[in-house]
């Protein structure tokens, strides 16, 4: 059973910084491709990144390249976000999602509870 924890959300400033992290409850370097989804208020849920399953690939949706940066860790098991320049429409739920295989498909199997990240203007 693959469970998935995030953590680091929390509120910040316009053009502030913030990491998410995503604790995996199973061995997901070369097993599994990960990746950060997000929804806001009203909206529907929508991509943000992901990467392959050995790190070796990234994507990004348009709205947040160049701003953000996912990673994975090996060792530690765990995928990051780090955020930069954040915006107020960057304000949303962030969660953490895996699939079993090389690339993060469009609806992954598994997810975690979210995180809230809030961009105060």
Request: proline letters at 2%; a positive charge; one cysteine or more.
């Amino acid at each position: 059973q693959v469970q998935l924890v995030e953590s680091g959300g929390g509120l910040v400033h316009t053009g502030g910084s913030l990491r998410l992290s995503c604790a995996a409850s199973v061995r997901m370097f070369m097993s599994y491709a990960m990746g950060w989804f997000r929804q806001a208020p009203g909206k529907e849920r929508e991509f943000v990144a992901s990467t392959s399953w050995n790190g070796g690939s990234t994507y990004y949706a348009d709205s947040v390249k160049g701003r953000f940066t996912i990673s994975r860790d090996a060792a530690k098991n765990t995928m990051s976000l780090e955020m930069n320049s954040l915006k107020p429409e960057d304000t949303a739920v962030y969660y953490c999602a895996a699939d079993r295989g090389m690339f993060l498909s469009s609806s992954p199997n598994y997810w975690g509870q979210g995180t809230q990240v809030t961009v105060s203007s």
